[in-house]
């Protein structure tokens, strides 16, 4: 059975992510329990957060349902989709990927789902379409939130049916592939707007999929920067080795809005503008107003209750710093163990203490 028609028939009791039902997949299982510590396909970092991510894209590879990613420009959603399609079953097929934002509107269906020669002025030959060519494999459809809605109502139909209807045609043909499709805004919000309609929402968000951004994933921001630099500095041809302690320090707290993307640029930015064997903070040239220090440093202070008054009486940021500056000392200095204990990222530490000491410079320390 194919994938569209096999998510299509299922009965309604049956799992989406029943890995058991498929003895050939035992051995894929098995990898579940495998750490991942430097990366998978393609993706770089060993934080627990991404080892999340990789358990969770080989789990949902194997079921035939419709994924849903979510997450911001730049995090990496392609690369999961790229994994989920290696690790399925139709692997052997072809991907096929599709970026809704960069065809014009008035391509798109054509593109999508073929035309017939004569269908439209400039039709000279017949298309078959990119729904058409991932046929035994996988198509998708990054930044689905920009299908224009009536577009969005025919391939709507083209789920339900598994079939398409080529621009300018009198029949349709028929198409079994796996659906993922991506963005990086707010499904639930377009729904709510109307901007995106509510019965392609459901079919399509049977498996949600978030990828983190670069800020939650900790340490594996230097693992990239250090990778992204010695290829980088190789093919510009100059001798930068390492990174500053302090330009680590600035990439670990630095808020990262473009992601990876934007780590990239800095870094090769830095590399082309300077010379050494050690890239420093200062050569990073990262704007103030996108880390914690810059946030911070603007906002209006509050004022500082007093203690003695009563332990209680005192702002949440105070109270949150106590916990947080208990359990690191608890860990004997150790961050890294600290966020492990408080589940949150250590570069969300290392935020936090610089926003404290930025916004409340006078406030005494918690010990």
Known sequence: MTALKAHHQAAPAASALNLAADSSIIPRVRELSVPRRHGFEGFIGGSSTMQTLYRTLIQVAHSDAPIFITGESGSGKELCATAIHRHSPVRDGPFIAVNCAAIPAELLESQLFGHVRGAFTGAVSAQQGLAVAADGGTLFLDEIAELPLPLQSKLLR???????????????????????????????????????????????????????????????????????????????????????????????????????????????????????????????????????VGRHVTATRSPILSESDDPWLRPLWMVERDAIETVIEACEGSIPRAAAILEIAPST???????????HPEAPTAH
């Open 349 to 359: 530490i290392y935020r936090k203490r610089l926003s404290w000491l930025a916004q």
């Open 158 to 292: 083209f789920l339900q049916t598994g079939q398409v209807m080529p621009v300018g045609a009198t029949r349709t043909t028929e198409v079994n592939c796996r659906i993922v499709c991506a963005t990086h805004q707010d499904p639930r919000q377009l729904v709510d707007t109307h901007r995106f309609r509510e019965d392609l929402f459901y079919r399509l968000h049977v498996i949600p999929l978030k990828v983190p951004p670069l800020r939650e994933r900790g340490k594996d921001i230097l693992e990239i920067a250090n990778g992204l630099l010695t290829r980088m500095a190789s093919h510009e041809g100059k001798h930068f080795t390492h990174l500053s302690s302090c330009a680590e320090q600035q990439l670990l707290t630095h808020d990262w809005p473009g992601n990876v993307r934007e780590l990239e640029n800095t870094l090769r930015r830095a590399i082309i503008l300077n010379e050494g064997e050690v890239l420093t903070a200062a050569m990073l040239d990262l704007p103030a107003n996108h880390s914690a």
